[in-house]
Structures are given as C-alpha cells and as structure tokens.
C-alpha cells in the first residue's frame, strides 16, 4: 500500500494532474484529497478550532439583506484619486486591505471592510483592528491576529493558492453561494467581496479602483512570490500603501482572471451583473462603463 501511494504521489508531482484531461471532476478531487490528505487534514483542524456556528449564524443575518440594490466594490489601484468618492455616499460600499489610508486623505469610508492577505494583516494590525466600520469581515484564521477588531469570522477555503492545487482551469476555481458556510479564495479579496455581495442579494456591483495593471518597480526585491518593497508604491492609491520596508504578493494576475470570469458566470446566472466603471482598466472580463455617467 506505501509503495502504491508513492508511487501516485510522484505521478501527481510529475504531472500536478494538469495535463489528464480525461479525469472528471469527481475523479480529480478525490486523488487530490488523497495525496494531501495531510494538508486537507490540518485546514480542517483550523476550521474546527477558529469557525464556530456563531460565526456562522453571525453571517447569515446578512443573507438577501440588501436585495436587488446597487453596490460599489472599491480595489486599491491608483485610479482610485481621479474619482469624486463622495458621489457614493449613499451607496453600500465594500473596502478592502489598506483603504483606511483613503479614509484618512479625504474622509472616505466603506460600509463594509474585508482583509484577506497575511501581509496586510502583518504590516497593519493596529489599524485594521482600530478602523471604525460598521461590518468588518475576515478570515476565522486571524482570530488571535485581530482580537478585538469586533469583526464577523468567514471560514476561507484558500486552496487556490496551494502550488498542488493549481490544476485544471475548468475546475480549480470555485464560488461560492453561501457566505455564511464557506468562502472560496480567487487570488485577490474583491472576489471574496463578490461572492459576499452576492450572498447579500445585490444585483448589480460595480467596480473602481480595480486597475488590474501591475507595474514591477526596479528595486523591489523578489523573495519567491513576495515583492520586499524598497521604495514608493506605484501600484495603490497611496504610494506608502506597500511602501519601503513592506512586504506584498506577487498579484499573480493569470490566476485573478479565472476568478473574475467565474464571478461573471454566477452573476449572470442569477441575473446580475457586475461592470467596471474603473478609468481606463485593464481588466476586460466584465462590462465597462463610465463612473461619472452612472453617479
């Protein structure tokens, strides 16, 4: 039997499962979950300890609460400081990671706020649990991090960003219709917001401050898939958003893609749709349109 397992395990090693086109979804995962049943093992540990059913029962007060209403999902990039962010104060809003910086330059401020990167959460954990906004969520894992943030804990299915989970495209994305029981990870938080807004029954979401053009400035020093940061942020709307002596991801935006294209396919399903109102994005997956004709 050990010598069976080693010898699927080097097969999936080789391989990474990819290229077998004739495995069928069931097939896929259920080799997959075999041959990381450690790694399987120990996610589910950490649920069991950090999500409770109170965490649960918490997100569900927010199932449908805003019902075929409109919503703006605000990312981070630079374009962000050519729009008028108060022709959407009396729209819901979703902000993300270090959007507290904005709130400081010119008193923007989300109704809803979600951190999901660890590096955001390391280089500013003071603030994120000090950031005064109504609904905070984030990942049940940050518990102990974000003690006393007085956030609602989502249990985060972060397999995507597993090397051995990089299989087929038409699988290893996944979305999901109920917040309250599990949400899945799209390498970038604004798809955790999508799924989110979903769950709350918005009908139509739309998108600033998502860029999706990544520059690589010259002195950042690449550590793996961690960019170490020795100069200004070109890449957020502030430039000390990853600045000097701060770590980031690599956005890795083949993979976001996926993930936009899957929020596309549910939306539209349920008769939704998300646009992107963005000043001269790069982002192509959903409709575009100008912010200044709509608010």
Not at 232 to 255: R, V
Request: aromatic share 18%; with cysteine.
């Amino acid at each position: 039997m050990i010598t069976l397992y080693k010898f699927f395990r080097f097969f999936y090693n080789k391989l990474g499962l990819k290229n077998v086109r004739l495995l069928n979804n069931v097939k896929y995962y259920s080799i997959f979950y075999l041959l990381n049943y450690k790694k399987t093992i120990n996610e589910y540990k950490l649920k069991q300890i950090y999500f409770k059913l109170s965490d649960k029962k918490s997100i569900e007060k927010y199932f449908n609460k805003y019902s075929n209403q409109e919503c703006v999902i605000v990312g981070n990039g630079p374009s962000l400081n050519r729009l008028d962010l108060s022709k959407i104060n009396n729209i819901k809003t979703f902000g993300v990671n270090s959007i507290f910086l904005m709130t400081k330059k010119n008193g923007f401020k989300p109704s809803f706020y979600m951190v999901e990167d660890r590096l955001v959460v390391k280089h500013n954990t003071d603030q994120i649990i000090d950031y005064d906004v109504e609904h905070k969520f984030f990942p049940s894992f940050y518990k102990d991090k974000l003690a006393g943030s007085k956030g609602n804990y989502f249990n985060l299915d972060s397999r995507f960003y597993r090397d051995e989970y990089n299989i087929m495209n038409s699988t290893n994305i996944k979305f999901s219709e109920n917040f309250s029981k599990v949400a899945y990870a799209g390498q970038s938080v604004t798809y955790l917001n999508m799924q989110l807004a979903h769950y709350m029954g918005f009908k139509t979401v739309y998108l600033i401050g998502v860029d999706f053009n990544y520059i690589l400035p010259k002195d950042v020093v690449k550590d793996g898939r961690v960019w170490i940061s020795k100069g200004d942020d070109p890449n957020h709307f502030d430039k000390s958003y990853f600045g000097k002596g701060k770590e980031s991801n690599d956005p890795q935006l083949h993979k976001t893609i996926f993930a936009y294209k899957k929020a596309e396919e549910v939306f539209s399903n349920h008769n939704k749709q998300i646009i992107n109102l963005t000043p001269d994005t790069k982002l192509d997956v959903f409709e575009k349109k100008d912010f200044n004709s709509i608010f």
